[in-house]
């Protein structure tokens, strides 16, 4: 019987949590680093946790980046979080300039001193809906997910902005665009509402 989910091991994803939660909302995870079960998903989630040079590295050298630009570019239900939604950009500035996996334009940059407080964003915040999401369903107005991160992105393309946050000046938190869903925040740690989004991702 295969998963209901596929979780990407490239070796910075806090992975033991992300499949702890969605099993917490009825889903089966594999956790694998072997890019032929990764081609084989039929949903797949990319965490991640760390720098944006080391991240994209890792996940080439394992030829892992393959499978998972295949899955996005099938319209295969897909779910980064963290660092794992930084990655599908084009480029990212930490340590340097660095080419990400090119599936969304844009560059992930770094807070600056516009924020009123410490960088990096670290605790609970408010999601701002840019547009209808099918990961929000069920969630109120006044939803609260957990962030920590120091970079941010920033699209093109306005229409792929889920939601927005605060801090200092709003950033994007999340992205969707056909079966891809990111979200800068966790929602392994989101408590209540961080697994409403992981169910309504089960039920794609």
């Known amino acids: 019987m295969s998963p209901d989910v596929t979780i990407v091991d490239y070796g910075m994803g806090n992975l033991r949590s992300v499949a702890r939660a969605c099993e917490r ?33 890792a996940l080439r050298s394992s030829g892992l980046d393959g499978p998972v630009c295949r899955h996005v570019g099938d319209d295969k239900p897909f779910l980064g979080i963290c660092l794992g939604l930084q990655l599908l950009f084009d480029r990212g500035y930490e340590d340097g300039e660095h080419e990400g996996l090119g599936l969304i334009a844009g560059e992930v940059v770094r807070f600056g001193d516009e924020v009123p407080g410490k960088v990096p964003h670290m605790g609970w915040n408010t999601l701002r809906r840019a547009k209808p999401s099918r990961l929000l369903g069920g969630l109120g107005d006044d939803a609260s ?60």
Do not use: C, W
């Open 145 to 204: 997910v957990y962030f920590v991160h120091s970079y941010y992105v920033v699209p093109d393309d306005a229409d792929v902005v889920a939601t927005t946050t605060e801090y200092g000046p709003a950033f994007v938190s999340m992205v969707e665009r056909g079966n891809l869903f990111a979200t800068q925040f966790h929602p392994e740690k989101s408590q209540r509402d961080g697994l409403r989004i992981l169910e309504n991702f089960a039920a794609l």
């Open 25 to 57: 909302v009825g889903m089966r995870p594999t956790v694998t680093a072997d890019p032929a079960v990764v081609a084989t998903a039929s949903k797949l989630v990319l965490p991640g946790v760390g720098a944006f040079r080391d991240a994209i590295a």
